[in-house]
């Protein structure tokens, strides 16, 4: 049986991934900002009549003049010069049908490569509601190709387009003279097929703008979004933290009376559920964090903050363009990176790519919020905020204003140039429940796939370690000061004492590069078996708020701020720059800064009389 | 007139976009947004330091500009 190789092109923004993930099944990010989709994906379906087709889901474009490299994906594919990638034999160009001005000017420039084509009137349900009136038989006949209307955001919503597909497939639409004006040509189509009430759909837009973008209330509402976030993170939590915490505890106790003392029972009880357990009980923070991050992609307000802080952005050398890779950094670093493919001068891109590890990365979440609670009073300031939430946040601004800092270091050396901002506003969307719901279970299926192969890979190998050797008879003291982890990490000291860091913050430091959190988990382990009575601190908190100093705590989170501990981000900068040397420079500087940063905040915590034992 | 002399909540016609440099990327990017001669503009909001960047409503669109890229634009008499 013969497979239809197809692709989906159009303007960012238009609805192509939503309409993929329907046609196809897949579960790809969509969100309401340009530039979501950085690179090809691939899926297949079959239509109704039994046709197989292989769909690609293409990075956005304006135009096929390619200005930033994920828009060059997209004119390689369409040209058939992809390496790897056959010539498409159908181009499915989507279309938001609220805005076919802007959207089918590409459309007749997708036209000029002389591929079959079928058009797809997207979010035609919306452009209903607008009052837009579309003549579709006439637009086809006038445009030369199918047209088909679809909601890519319904189920069903691309019925028309499955048996568009079934039909033979079209031939080439005849092409425009070289040369010739293609908004001229939309206009005068749209002039022929296209009927809509003047304005009303943007008078809304521009009414909610003139609150969102406005030089004051505008940077209010974005530093009250910020700030209820974090409080949110802390507050709304808690009682669901309570609970999981409750239930390891029991869940350790249950098994330890189970199991009979020996090995087996410490690997169970002091490796896996004390390591996996004291990380699994950070799900509620993170999926909150998430809850945030979701809405705001798929409201349309990021565009927005990213002009509100364009200013600040050009401060330190880099345009807004840069915002949006940036925020996406605080899910995680990894996504972030690869976003930057929208940023069309190479040198921003570069930078955006060695700050974007600064970006509190949701693994660092469990790290911060951990030793919050534990060293930080749980105090109201003004009756309205939590300190908790205000330290977390005050973590959260350190990495951004040395991101800005390192990226103003770099700008310097370079000659004045231009840096594009460029960037649409898309209309503002209600958050769709269905759709975060859906982002909320694929986050929390990553986060406990993590727990369940690396954490607890990781704390089965660290409890091996800090077991074994055993203590030789007659020993005194703990006996994992005697294990092969105890004595790596009292020869670590050498080099982290001067930061404050006692021997087992190193020895879960070595794990912790693999991933953040690992380090939480290993911290965990380290402590459980250290303890002497094994059943009396299986809880983290109260333990290092027993055994740490303030300034141990400071001088920890500190290092944590930029510490590139994480395989995936630097796995991602070789990809994404081609280059061992930028991730050599990444974690180079990163390192350095780490330790020079808690060396110094070690130093006043001492000054200040906050490094003795508690 | 420029784009970027162009005052919040003003409207004008764009007469054409200009290329600051030989083949300008900014310039042609302008252009395939809808940036062409006889296009009415507006401004919509302007950010909040320096007023800049500023967001014009073209079309049924939408984008955020800094001035250094609206100064491309010439405009006709304001409509």
């Known amino acids: 049986m013969s497979v239809l190789n197809a692709a989906l092109v159009g303007n960012p923004n238009c609805g192509k991934t939503a309409l993929f993930n329907l046609l196809t099944g897949s579960r790809q990010k969509v969100a309401n900002y340009a530039g979501v989709t950085v690179e090809r994906k691939v899926g297949r379906l079959t239509t109704p009549g039994g046709l197989a087709v292989r769909l690609l889901d293409l990075p956005g474009a304006y135009s096929l003049v390619a200005t930033s490299p994920d828009e060059a994906v997209t004119r390689d594919v369409c040209a058939g010069t992809y390496r790897g990638e056959p010539a498409p034999e159908l181009l499915v160009c989507v279309l938001d049908a609220t805005n076919l001005r802007l959207h089918l000017r590409f459309a007749l420039e997708v036209r000029q490569m002389g591929r079959p084509m079928i058009l797809v009137l997207n979010m035609i349900d919306a452009a209903k509601r607008q009052g837009i009136a579309i003549d579709v038989p006439r637009l086809a006949a006038e445009f030369g190709a199918p047209v088909v209307t679809a909601v890519g955001i319904r189920r069903n919503g691309g019925q028309d387009l499955l048996r568009a597909l079934d039909l033979p497939p079209p031939p080439p639409p005849p092409a425009m003279p070289a040369g010739s004006d293609f908004h001229a040509e939309a206009r005068r189509i749209l002039a022929d097929c296209v009927a809509r009430p003047s304005r009303l759909g943007v008078a809304l837009e521009e009414r909610l703008d003139r609150w969102f973008l406005h030089p004051v209330w505008g940077m209010a509402i974005l530093f009250a979004l910020m700030f209820v976030m974090f409080q949110a993170v802390f507050s709304w939590a808690q009682p669901v933290m309570d609970l999981l915490d409750a239930g390891t505890a029991a869940l350790g106790q249950a098994v330890g009376t189970v199991l009979p003392d020996g090995p087996l029972r410490s690997l169970i009880v002091d490796g896996v559920i004390a390591g996996a357990g004291s990380v699994v009980v950070f799900l509620p923070q993170i999926l909150i964090l998430f809850l945030w991050i979701l809405a705001l992609e798929e409201s349309g307000y990021l565009p927005r903050a990213a002009f509100l802080l364009d200013r600040i952005m050009a401060t330190a050398g880099l345009s807004g363009r840069s915002f949006i890779p940036l925020l996406s950094s605080f899910a995680c670093a990894v996504p972030g990176i690869m976003a930057t493919r929208t940023i069309q001068n190479p040198r921003d891109r570069m930078i955006t790519i060695l700050i974007a590890p600064l970006m509190t990365c949701s693994a660092r979440l469990p790290v911060y919020t951990l030793l919050i609670a534990a060293f930080v009073p749980e105090r109201r300031i003004g009756g309205l905020f939590n300190l908790h939430g205000l330290v977390l946040f005050a973590l959260y601004l350190a990495g951004i204003l040395s991101a800005l800092l390192v990226a103003r270091v770099l700008k310097n050396r370079d000659r004045q140039e231009e840096h594009p901002l460029l960037l649409e506003l898309p209309a503002y969307r209600l958050p769709n429940l269905r759709d975060l719901a859906l982002g909320l279970k694929q986050r929390a299926v990553i986060f406990l796939s993590r727990v369940g192969t690396i954490i607890v890979t990781v704390s089965v190998l660290l409890w091996a370690l800090a077991s074994f050797p055993a203590p030789p008879a007659g020993a005194a003291g703990p006996a994992i000061e005697w294990s092969l982890a105890g004595r790596i990490g009292h020869w670590m000291l050498h080099v982290m004492a001067p930061i404050g860091f006692n021997w087992q913050i190193c020895v879960s430091l070595i794990p912790g590069l693999a991933a953040r959190e690992v380090a939480v988990s290993a911290l965990a382990t380290v402590y459980s078996l250290g303890a002497t009575d094994s059943d009396a601190a299986r809880q983290l908190q109260p333990l290092l708020s027993a055994h740490w100093s303030l300034g141990t705590a400071l001088s920890l989170l500190t290092w944590y701020i930029f510490a590139p501990q994480c395989f995936s981000t630097l796995a991602v900068i070789r990809r994404e720059t081609g280059s061992w040397r930028m991730v050599g420079i990444t974690a180079g500087y990163l390192f350095a800064m780490a330790y020079g940063a808690a060396f110094i905040v070690w130093h006043i915590s001492l000054l200040l009389g906050w490094g003795g034992s508690p | ?79």
Not at chain 2, 19 to 34: K, M, N
Not at chain 2, 38 to 55: F, L, M, N, S, T
């Open chain 2, 1 to 79: 007139m420029r784009l970027n002399e162009l005052k919040l909540g003003g409207s004008a016609i764009i007469d054409h976009v200009e290329d600051h440099t030989a083949g300008d990327p900014v310039a042609e990017r302008l252009r395939a947004l809808g940036f062409v001669p006889g296009e009415p503009i507006r401004i919509v909001a302007v950010g909040p330091i320096g007023a800049d960047p500023i967001a014009v409503g073209i079309g049924f669109t939408r984008f955020a500009l800094r001035r250094a890229e609206a100064s491309r634009v010439l405009l006709r008499d304001a409509a």
